[in-house]
């Protein structure tokens, strides 16, 4: 879901008050006039990088909601995001210039680029901006004090803006400078359009499901998501289990699933979690036939065997035809979709089959449909599907924290305001 342009009419920032969970998340009509004034934004342009060029421009289209509202009431727009991981030190494959370049594109209008984050090259670039305009600051992560939170790092960046936006909700489960650090120092501090809609989506999961509630999980590790399974057993009403991680849940049950990938210390726990969905009344679908290899490699010789007999040797890298029908069939008469990784090793064609599958059955239900960001959001646009579906969120790792019930610094940062 692209968070769209419907709120630029006019010059005012107004608009209707939204709630969420216990408390109201401030928003851009919170700001007040922000003609002239600079307002820190932050944003979550961590994009892929090819040849030095964005290779996926999805959470760049994503953030043009905010930065239109607030280009349109004169603001003066310092932008800021982290890129990569470089540690504290400065990277030059990862420097934001392409996503500067990518982002004039899309708005029809030069951004000017600091070469650095609160050093000489940024101060001038905020001193320059003219009402409506805006630049953008230097790969955060450049700086070891935006990991850190670091407080002289977290002044520094106050001191450059007069209020502060936070859009990133990609980056929202995390207690850094950007994130956390400056919206104690500088008020007003407020959610953008993207970070409101993302927050309102997956309250609405959690909150208000239409029924049937069907939950899509997949990708490599259970570890990473039996806090969500746990979350989300008291709310869903069926449970899909695809990806590397479905082969813990096969072997949990007693299965011999050859070399797939099996978490041994997890096996307890997914135990309880099918004990617990069987208490609830949840119904738990686990693949009946899976695309096997000889070997973990895309040009690897593939099989399709049921999930009961699979041969000494082998791995499992997809769930097989009989599986994705019987799981389009759970899909299809759904009210609530949440889906959240891959079924297989969808980059490679011989192991895709599985994930185009699920996502065909999610764009085609007539329910509410969210794609819980990742792998999943990247097989969606893959497959030309998005559009299709309800909400395509643009943070795996944050809305999975989300769900699973934890509360986000960033989004805390904002609510817990005098």
């Given amino acids: 879901m692209t968070v769209g342009d419907a709120a630029l009419a006019g010059t005012s920032l107004g608009g209707a008050d939204a709630e969420f969970g216990p408390g109201r998340l401030p ?4 700001l007040g006039a922000v003609e002239g004034r600079h307002v820190l934004v932050r944003v979550d342009f961590n994009v892929p990088l090819d040849q030095g060029r964005v290779a996926d421009d999805l959470r760049i289209e994503e953030s043009l909601a905010t930065i239109r509202r607030l280009r349109h009431a004169g603001a003066r727009m310092v932008l800021m995001s982290h890129l990569g991981r470089p540690e504290g030190a400065v990277v030059e494959s990862l420097r934001l210039a392409p996503v500067a370049q990518r982002l004039s594109e899309l708005l029809g209008d030069e951004v000017a680029v600091a070469t ?6 940024a ?27 670091d407080d002289t790092f977290a002044d520094a960046l106050a001191g450059l803006g007069q209020a502060y936006v936070n859009d990133a909700f990609g980056a929202a ?8 650090g400056v919206p104690a120092r500088l008020r007003p501090a407020v959610a953008g359009e993207l970070l409101r809609a993302e927050v309102e989506v997956l309250s609405r999961l959690l909150a208000s499901p239409e029924r049937p509630f069907v939950a899509i999980l997949g990708g490599a590790k259970v570890s ?14 069926r449970l899909i289990v695809g990806g590397a991680m479905a082969f813990t849940f096969l072997a949990a049950r007693g299965y011999d699933v050859g070399t797939s990938r099996v978490e041994e210390d997890r096996l307890d726990d997914v135990r309880d979690l099918l ?31 049921p999930a009961d007999a699979m041969p000494d040797g082998w791995m499992g890298l997809d769930i097989g ?15 609530t979709v949440l889906w959240n990784g891959p079924m297989g090793v969808f980059e490679w064609d011989a192991f895709s089959a599985g994930t185009n599958g699920v996502a065909r059955a999610v764009a085609a239900c007539d329910g509410f449909t969210v794609i ?15 559009a299709q579906v309800s909400h395509v969120s643009t943070g795996g790792g944050a809305s999975l924290e989300f769900l699973e019930g934890v509360d986000l610094p960033g989004v805390a940062a904002l609510a817990q305001q005098d």
Avoid: Q, W
């Fill in 275 to 305: 004990a617990r969905a069987e208490d609830a009344g949840v119904e738990v679908h686990l693949p009946i036939d899976v695309a096997v290899a000889d070997h973990f490699a895309e040009d690897a010789d593939r099989r399709e065997v």
């Fill in 27 to 30: 928003g851009l009509d919170d």
């Fill in 173 to 180: 489960h995390r207690a850094h400078a950007s994130v956390v």
């Fill in 116 to 121: 650095d984050v609160v050093g000489d090259s």
């Fill in 321 to 335: 035809p009989d599986t994705i029908s019987r799981y389009a069939a759970a899909i299809g008469d759904a009210g």
């Fill in 224 to 237: 990473d998501k039996l806090g969500v399974i746990s979350n989300l057993l008291e709310r869903v009403d």
């Fill in 372 to 386: 819980g960001g990742g792998d999943s959001a990247a097989a969606v646009r893959k497959a030309g599907l998005a």
């Fill in 123 to 149: 101060r001038r670039m905020v001193e320059g901006l003219g009402d409506g305009h805006l630049g953008l600051l230097e790969n955060l992560r450049f700086e070891a004090g935006e990991e850190a939170n």
